[in-house]
């Protein structure tokens, strides 16, 4: 069995290697293994693969090999059972019990238990790292049970929805929690999913079916899965073009419609929770001033970034929260380009001859094309715009610098909720972690949302209703201040290869597709 094992996860290697040789050219294989399914990705595969740190890529990775206590429906908006089978909690949501599968077992034999969810959610939470802030409200778990495990609140708050995170949610086998994240880098790994992780690199990672998983397994599935780096987009299309990627996606307009005229290659439309935002340094000159920061606003690009540059592809955001989930409200306000306002703005703020600067992912050509046309608006209005692209550790880094003054004006992101309910964009966007910023690159003190927040997260598991209008009223604010720019809402669209079927990207698990559930001809 391990030399069989061995075996499969060398010939995935070779095979991967073969795909593509030299400067992005492709090169079409003799011998290509039907059993893998390889997805060309945009940006690497993951940052970390420890589940209890990973906050970006690696979703893609530890959704397939992990599991949650529950999972997002995005066909119902309801919170459906995974690993948990049924929940309930007292009159004011403080206290949780949660009953648990006992038919499943981790990938090292360890069996999944109340025991096991104490340890991986404990762990998660004294790591501190990533979206551990998701189990702000917990003040302890208790095992009740062999398979029951009760969550105690420090105050009110929907744990269902919470345990369905895509970051920092997932149950691991009690071995792997004693370990460290350098263990869980190295290709280990302590999930109950489907598959295992087979190999790692930089760029690429290989996973392979866990052959006792409890759904089974059937000849038309994929046993083996290449997820690889592939950052050109024309690069990915030739790929699929030549048969020999499966499925890619975050494609330029231009690519996708190349396939307009490929009768091998299907383009799949999926709903998307991700929007573009521009942070605003709230804490150093000249975006301190909120008549500047609004002179910023009505000089984007909005139209022409979506319309012109991503083709439609996009949608102007109206607030913070995309439209299809609750705390969304299509009569927000809603800047638009008027650089006659601007000018007004800029000459009631005082500040003429500014110079700000905004970072933004390196290689982006659609941010660059986008922010392009921002700088040439703004210096109509004599604000000079410095581009200054950069990867995201470079970016996170001067984001937070301990002096204001000495972080990037804008930091220009794309941002997608740690699970499906307004939290996930007003937690960690509006209020600091601890002694550290978070991702509030506006540098907001807490006391300016940090009440609504934490009303809004309690009322959740109680009165949605009143929680909604909390969160309408925070964005309200936001846009009254111009705290940030909301520039736009990604659509997002799959290129896929016709000879497999069952692609589905769910919003709450943005760039994450079931391997399990594709099957092939």
């Known amino acids: 069995m391990i030399m069989k094992r061995a075996l499969t996860i060398l010939s995935v290697s070779i095979l991967a290697a073969a795909w593509l040789c030299g400067c992005g050219k492709i090169r079409k294989t003799e011998s290509r293994d039907a059993d893998v399914l390889y997805h060309a990705c945009y940006s690497e595969p993951y940052v970390t693969l420890d589940p209890s740190a990973e906050q970006s890529n690696g979703i893609r990775i530890l959704y397939n090999v992990y599991e949650t206590l529950t999972h997002y429906d995005d066909k119902t908006g309801e919170v459906i059972p995974k690993l948990a089978v049924e929940w309930s909690s007292n009159a004011d949501a403080t206290e949780w019990v949660f009953k648990l599968r006992n038919d499943v077992q981790f990938h090292d034999g ?108 059937e000849d038309n599935q994929y046993k083996n899965v290449y997820i690889q780096e592939i950052s050109d987009s024309g690069t990915r299309r030739r790929l699929l073009e030549a048969g020999e990627a499966h499925l890619t996606s975050e494609l330029s307009a231009e690519d996708l419609a190349a396939f307009s005229e490929n009768d091998g290659v299907t383009i799949l439309p999926a709903d998307s929770f991700t929007n573009v935002i521009l942070m605003l340094n709230t804490k ?155 991702y509030n690159f506006c540098y907001l003190d807490d006391d300016i949302f940090g009440e609504k927040n934490r009303d809004a997260v309690r009322l959740t598991a109680t009165n949605k209703n009143e929680a909604e209008k909390l969160y309408i009223e925070m964005q309200e604010e936001i846009l009254d201040q111009c705290y940030m720019i909301f520039a736009y809402n990604t659509l997002q669209y799959y290129a896929v290869n016709n000879a497999i079927h069952g692609v589905y990207e769910n919003p709450a698990y943005q760039t994450c597709v079931s391997y399990y559930d594709i099957t092939k001809d």
């Open 110 to 217: 360890e069996k999944m238990n109340a025991e096991a969810v104490k340890k991986s959610i404990d762990r998660t939470i004294a790591l501190n790292k990533g979206a551990a802030y998701i189990w702000d409200s917990v003040d302890s778990i208790e095992v009740t049970g062999e398979y029951e495990v009760t969550f105690h609140l420090r105050y009110g708050a929907s744990i269902p929805l919470i345990a369905s995170a895509g970051y920092a949610a997932y149950i691991m086998s009690p071995n792997a929690a004693d370990k460290d994240t350098e263990w869980f880098n190295a290709g280990n790994d302590g999930g109950s999913g489907p598959y295992t992780i087979a190999t790692v690199s930089a760029r690429a990672v290989t996973l392979s079916s866990y052959e006792g998983y409890r759904g089974g397994w």
């Open 284 to 438: 150093s000159s000249p975006c301190s001033n909120a008549d500047f920061r609004k002179a910023l606003a009505y000089a984007f690009p909005y139209e022409e970034a979506v319309h012109d540059i991503l083709q439609g592809n996009a949608a102007q955001s109206c607030g913070m929260i995309p439209k299809g989930l609750w705390g969304h409200q299509d009569n927000l306000t809603q800047y638009h380009c008027d650089l006659k306002k601007s000018a007004e703005y800029l000459e009631k703020s005082g500040l003429t001859d500014a110079t700000v600067t905004v970072t933004f992912i390196v290689n982006d050509a659609v941010y660059r094309e986008i922010l392009q046309l921002y700088k040439e608006n703004l210096a109509q209005i004599g604000v000079t715009l410095k581009l200054l692209n950069m990867d995201w550790d470079a970016q996170l880094a001067l984001a937070k610098s301990p002096n204001p003054d000495d972080c990037q004006d804008i930091l220009l992101m794309k941002w997608r909720p740690d699970y499906a309910d307004p939290a996930g964009w007003f937690s960690p966007l509006l209020m600091s972690s601890g002694d550290s910023v978070g």
